[in-house]
Structure formats: C-alpha cells, structure tokens
Nanobody, 121 residues
Framework: QVQLVESGGGLVQPGGSLRLSCAAS????????MGWYRQAPGKEREFVAV???????NYADSVKGRFTISRDNAKNTVYLQMNSLKLEDTAVYYC???????????????WGQGTQVTVSS
C-alpha cells in the first residue's frame, strides 16, 4: 500500500555534493518519521538521518555538519542534501518511512528500493 520512490544518486568526486529525494505515496493514515539509512559493501545497514512529524532532526555523528535532512509535507517527500562527500560515504542509500495505516493499526516501517551513491576520484 505504501510506495517509496528514491532518486538523486550518482557518481561524484570527493568534496562534491548530491541531493537525494524520496517520495511516499499510497494509503497512509499517519507519517511519524522519515529517514535515511545506508549500506556499504561488506557492512551492515546504518542510520544516517531522520526527521520526525514535529520536524525534529537527528544525524549520525559521521555525517553531522555535512548532511541536511528536510521534508516537503505537501508532497510527502523527504530530502537528503549531502555536501563535502567523502570516499567512505559510498553506499546504497535507503529511504525509510514510519507511520500507521489507520488510527487503530500498529506502526509500520517501509523501505525504498535504494539508490547508489559512489564517491570516487
């Protein structure tokens, strides 16, 4: 019932910038939070950034000061602006949405398909 479409990944040089977007659609009663995770080759998926229903933001220490998460509520879209990119930022980036399908339903977590970000000289 929930669809997440990610875009904005690509190949950039160290120090460059990329802007990721993730648009949510479908029958959603309430969105509590939208966030970004990433998974590099040979590593576990890790938290990157999140923005809550009340616009509170949180970042992993590794990206703090370089990445900025934001949202457009009218479009149900979350963005991740990535600046000063490093080689270690190379990963598949996944969008995540947390919410509910109805007032009485339990909270769900849904994942996007992932978008590749490669930082290389």
């Amino acid at each position: 019932q929930v669809q997440l479409v990610e875009s904005g990944g690509g190949l950039v040089q160290p120090g460059g910038s990329l802007r990721l977007s993730c648009a949510a659609s479908g029958s959603i009663f309430r969105i509590d939070a939208m966030g970004w995770y990433r998974q590099a080759p040979g590593k576990e998926r890790e938290f990157v950034a999140v923005i809550t229903r009340g616009d509170t933001t949180n970042y992993a220490d590794s990206v703090k000061g370089r990445f900025t998460i934001s949202r457009d509520n009218a479009k149900n879209t979350v963005y991740l602006q990535m600046n000063s990119l490093k080689l270690e930022d190379t990963a598949v980036y996944y969008c995540n949405i947390r919410g509910a399908y109805s007032r009485s339903s339990s909270q769900f977590n849904h994942w996007g398909q992932g978008t590749q970000v490669t930082v290389s000289s």
